[in-house]
């Protein structure tokens, strides 16, 4: 082992570093080359990772090639491969060569960009890169971003500000509770919403009963007449409406909501409107796909994830808002330490948020956006639309199988439902165990979803690495497993 004498309690050597950093690239480029020559699934039991690691951590320092095989033997029958070409379950999304650099390098600067002092470069990079970003997506000029981590995080921030919207309720400095002339609040979002929506209600103090869900229509969208009415029925009641989450691209389905019929009955009701658009506001840089974020010129806020489907590494979450003085107002506290003579100059974004530390995240969604190039990136997400329209017509035109919802992007809703068979609960039964059957293969993961009560089968599409031919495969195995349970 180099230089590991108690002569010198510093870090890894330089030399060392170099010499297994340059092992260590080799071995994630041999990972991407043939990753899917191993199955996205793993074959682990519950507890079976664990039980092969150490009950004590090493009192001695180990060296890297240890380490190493100790990920090889231990970590890789665990792993559940989301960069890999079959992983079409949830939303397929991918940690492509450029942003795996910007994680890279980000580690290696590891600087906090909570004041713009702490790391002009990172606050200033990811102003501009966001600005890049809100450019692709067509969003006006008036909306101003921030990097969070998640969606969820996102969306959080979002009701937040909408609740501080409400100046008059003083909900920051009084609080909400053992108040009892303050209104309850109310905000509405659809029947599909992401489950995120509820759970920024139960933190913020709203609560599940301050979420009404709207109901959709056949499409899986929100029925404005809808929420007109619910607004109009609640305040009648005693409610306090302060904010609408819109949601373009659901979870399950990927159907839109109509901002842009929403967005006026937010306006005339003084409400926050929020658009949750972490999976499919992506596809809003393709020209003839910009009409996903019709409306959304006149929100409050949005959220976009780039690592949903832009190909940034997971975690990095793209919030935009028209008010970030309201965000601000929410969240903005500043000890005497955190002070800087800079401050009336400059933007420090520990004032728009909950955390005080921030990563240099801009840094991968910079490297993805420099190095495809926003042209490289619309054609890759053209080509992932192009996909499923592919399999959509192989669903459509098999007559054992049926699509369940209209795809508007690249995630597709189906089930079995063989001929002669249809009766709901045998199909119930089928199709979870057409799910099962799929996955003991190990070899593509998808995933499920319920619509009016359905069990749904979900392929959805969006690693830079799936190609037709892992389609076909993917396909093959659908229908031979069906074949299987079914003959
Ligand atoms: C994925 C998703 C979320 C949650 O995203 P996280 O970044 O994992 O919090 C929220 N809303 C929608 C519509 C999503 O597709």
Known sequence: MENRGFSELGDMSPGEFRRVGHQFIDWIADFREHLDEIPVLPAVRPGEVRKRLPDQPPPEGDDFDAILSDVERIIMPGMTHWNHPAFLAYFSITGSGPGILGELLSAAFNINAMLWKTCPSATELEQQVLDWLRQMLGLPSDFWGIVYDTA???????????REYQSHLQIRRKGMAGRPRLPRLRLYT???????IEKAAIALG???EGV?????????????????????????????????VATVGTTSTTSIDPVSRIAPICREENLWLHVDAAYGGAAAIVPEMRHV???CDQADSIVVNPHKWLFVPIDFSAFYTRKPEVLRRAFSLVPEYLKTSEDPNVENLMDYGIQLGRRFRALKLWFVIRY?????????IRQHLEMARRVVRWIEADPDFELMAPVPFSTI???????????????????????????ATRKVFL?????????????????????????EHAWTIIRKSLQDLHS
Do not use: Y
């Open 212 to 244: 009404r869900k709207i109901p959709v229509d056949a499409q899986f969208r929100m029925r404005p007449e809808r929420l007109r009415q619910a607004i109009r029925e609640d305040r009648q009641r005693g409610w306090l409406p302060f904010c609408v």
């Open 447 to 471: 995933s499920h979803t319920r619509l009016k009560d359905r069990f749904v089968l979900r392929l959805a599409i969006g690693n830079l690495h799936t190609r037709r031919k892992h389609l």
């Open 190 to 196: 659809s029947e599909q919403a992401h489950s995120s």
């Open 372 to 380: 495809f190039g926003v042209q490289g990136l619309v054609e890759r």
């Open 152 to 162: 969820s995080v996102s969306s959080l921030h979002a009701i937040a500000a909408a």
């Open 293 to 295: 974020l019709e409306g």
């Open 206 to 208: 709203i609560g599940l």
């Open 413 to 439: 809703c189906f089930r079995a439902h063989p001929r002669g068979v249809d009766d709901e609960t045998t199909l119930e039964s089928l199709n979870q165990a057409l799910l099962e059957q799929i996955h």
